[in-house]
């Protein structure tokens, strides 16, 4: 079953521009993580951040974390055309799969 | 890093086929992966969880019979779409977790995927 709700559904900026994806989730969590999927191709996990971290850097992405709206953001800055793809946050893993949000279709154009 | 090999990239065949997906982990060994559906334009929807040497563990709506699990070996998971019918067209994806790991505080690293197409 699907964890939550990604806004917006679709995003297009200009490249140079900041990207801004957010999520939302159901059910308490130890940690919150964000993939990127290029068209037709796998995921590649970009960030995690565990529930008692409230934001996270890594390279131009940074994410932050609000357990209390149960709801997660990632930013983008300095966004280049090769960001266009679609980004998913995912709750669970461990022993269980990955629940995963509807995702955001990024489209930067050059 | 960890890297997932996933074959075929690619699947057409006719209705009625039975199609043999594989999973590997290439570097890593891997005693838990997640077989992922996916539809155009929508999310990744899990489907089961194999476990090395044991039954593969199916999400509700996922029928046993129709998707076959198997976990042979620490490094390998096949998926087999038994009968496969154009409604099970699709794009499906494997993930692995390395080891054991506590609370999920790690990755699950992807496949790049297979499109199956039933004609």
């Known amino acids: 079953s699907q964890q939550g709700e990604e806004d917006p559904q679709a995003l297009s900026i200009q490249e140079g521009e900041n990207a801004t994806m957010n999520c939302s989730y159901k059910?308490?969590?130890?940690?919150l993580q964000w993939y990127r999927q290029n068209s037709g191709r796998g995921l590649v996990h970009l960030i995690l951040?565990?529930?008692?971290?409230r934001e996270k850097h890594s390279g131009r992405l940074r994410v932050t974390l609000d357990t209390s709206k149960k709801s997660s953001s990632l930013l983008i800055t300095a966004s280049r055309a090769a960001d266009t793809a679609s980004y998913f946050c995912?709750?669970?893993?461990?022993?269980?799969?990955?629940?995963f949000g509807k995702g955001t279709h990024l489209i930067i154009q050059p | 890093g960890a890297v997932v090999s996933q074959h075929p990239s690619w699947v057409i065949c006719k209705s009625g086929t039975s199609v043999k997906i594989e999973c590997r982990s290439l570097?890593?060994?891997?005693?838990?992966m997640f077989w992922y559906r996916q539809f155009p334009k929508q999310s990744l929807m899990l489907m089961a969880t194999?476990?090395?040497?044991?039954?593969?563990?199916?999400e509700q709506g996922v029928e046993k019979d129709k998707f076959l699990i198997n976990h042979a070996s620490l490094t390998l998971s096949t998926l087999t779409v038994t009968s496969a019918h154009p409604e099970d067209s699709s794009f499906y994806i494997c993930?692995?977790?390395?080891?054991?790991?506590?609370?999920?505080?790690?990755?699950?690293?992807f496949g790049d995927g297979t499109r199956l197409s039933i004609l």
């Open positions: 993930s692995a977790r390395l080891g054991i790991q506590r609370l999920g505080n790690q990755p699950q690293h």
């Open positions: 995912a709750t669970g893993g461990g022993a269980d799969g990955l629940t």
């Open positions: 194999s476990n090395e040497g044991s039954k593969a563990t199916y």
């Open positions: 570097d890593f060994q891997a005693t838990t």
């Open positions: 951040i565990r529930s008692n971290e």
């Open positions: 059910t308490s969590i130890n940690n």
